[in-house]
């Protein structure tokens, strides 16, 4: 890329430049840094707002535990509540399938503004991390070579400045722009539009229901997920592309108690909602996941449509490797860990997109509007529900069970 103030602009030298302070650049950070790896995290939006964007909950057994063993799971392990079961509502039935039996593994819920806000404290206020917030037109050069920068605009002094480094960490998420500095020729980007949109909401309301349910239904599917004891995930199936003001309080309540019905359901605890928002189900992946110093994590290298609760584990995943690749690196000259990078990663991504796509089908068939999609998905949820080796297949790619896919 280009960068005009370059040559004029005060210049600092640092190891790693990690760009995005989301759950992969702030995973990958705290790795260089519990190894004494200098590196430089750059974020667009400022450290109360990150602390409160409100997305995920949901991590997977394997990832709880790597984030323990690095110092990093303290909070999470201490607030957490645990769940080791699911519900799917089908034909105003209730059926209920307990996973934690089925792998011996569970799923963690934990808000993702929480970990976001525990890495931060850690790497910043606990190891003396350098975190710079609010920066502005970011922008990077010479990723083809062995000393890339990466170029920012101040936000006090509206100053230009520049970082060198030894590699570049691309984790600025779906809309970042490490992602459009892969040059093309060498990089095959594949995308996959579900044709599907979620109204995504959180109520002031508790959980009306111990675990998460996930309601098929003619009209159109409909999630519950516990947050916290006092905020409750809901999500609501809708056109893509839809307006959220279509959505005013009373008729996303009347759409999730029609949706969510079934025999001795308990009945849902309504609330304010605080976020209401359209989200439209799309998935990309970016192969591979680095060119030259430059390397892709999380929702930068591939977005996940929020389906089968992902893309969080997936940025973690992403940050493990790379957070060790680069201290290699960095400490040793070992660069095995880098070329190797994408191709570690790759085969979790691929295999997390098909969890994704299979599961969206069961989800969408009832309100698909092809009574044959709907008939052939039903019978798949209930043979997944009823033969203890679908169960253990299902269950498995719920978890993510760290196995080598
Ligand atoms: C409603 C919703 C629910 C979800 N539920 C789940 C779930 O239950 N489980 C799960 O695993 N996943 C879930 N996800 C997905 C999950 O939130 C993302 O996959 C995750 O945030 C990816 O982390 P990341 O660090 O790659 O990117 P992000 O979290 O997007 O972080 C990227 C950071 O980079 C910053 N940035 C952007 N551009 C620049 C730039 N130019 N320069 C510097 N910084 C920049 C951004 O401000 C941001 O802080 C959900 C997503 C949504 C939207």
């Not at 645990?82 to 089925?102: A, D, M, N, Q, W």
């Amino acid at each position: 890329m280009t960068d005009a103030a370059a040559p004029s602009s005060p210049q600092q030298r640092t190891s790693v430049v990690v760009v995005g302070a989301g759950p992969a650049g702030l995973t990958a950070a705290n790795i260089l840094r519990a190894a004494s790896v200098d590196c430089v995290v750059l974020e667009t939006e400022s450290r109360e707002f990150i602390e409160q964007r409100p997305r995920a909950g949901f991590l997977e057994e394997w990832a709880v535990r790597a984030l323990e063993r690095r110092g990093l799971a303290e909070r999470l392990l201490a607030n957490t509540q645990v769940h080791t079961e699911c519900e799917f509502r089908l034909e105003g039935e209730r059926h209920t399938f307990r996973y934690g039996e089925v792998t011996g593994q569970r799923h963690f819920v934990y808000p993702q503004p929480l970990l976001v806000t525990d890495l931060v404290r850690v790497y910043a206020d606990e190891r003396g991390g350098d975190i710079r917030f609010g920066v502005r037109d970011v922008e990077l050069r010479g990723i083809d070579s062995d000393r890339p920068s990466v170029s920012y605009t101040d936000p006090e002094t509206g100053e230009r400045l520049r970082v060198d480094c030894s590699a570049v960490a691309g984790c600025d998420g779906a809309r970042g722009v490490t992602r459009t500095c892969l040059p093309p020729e060498h990089t095959a980007i594949s995308r996959y539009d579900y044709g599907i949109g979620w109204l995504a909401l959180l109520a002031e309301a508790p959980p009306s229901s111990d675990c998460v349910v996930f309601g098929i239904h003619p009209r159109g599917f409909a999630g519950h997920m516990a947050r916290s004891p006092q905020v409750t995930r809901y999500y609501l199936e809708c056109p893509p592309g839809d307006d959220p003001e279509n959505w005013p309080h009373e008729r996303v309540w009347a759409e999730l108690h029609e949706r969510l019905a079934a025999a001795g359901a308990r009945p849902l605890t309504e609330g304010q909602l605080i976020e209401k928002r359209v989200l439209d189900m799309r998935s990309y992946v970016v192969e591979p996941m680095a060119y030259g110093r430059l390397y892709l994590a999380g929702d930068a290298a591939h977005l996940l449509a929020p389906i089968g609760a992902k893309g969080m584990n997936l940025a973690i995943h992403d940050a493990l490797l790379l957070g060790d690749a680069l201290v290699a690196y960095c400490g040793k000259g070992d660069e095995r860990g880098l070329s190797g990078y994408s191709a570690a990663c790759l085969p979790r991504v691929w295999q997390y997109q098909e969890f994704s796509l299979w599961l969206s089908e069961i989800y969408h068939g009832a309100s698909s509007g092809d009574p044959f999609l709907a008939g052939t998905t039903a019978a798949r949820l209930r043979r997944t529900l009823a033969s203890p080796a679908a169960a253990a297949d299902f269950a498995e790619l719920f978890l993510g069970k760290d196995t080598d896919y």
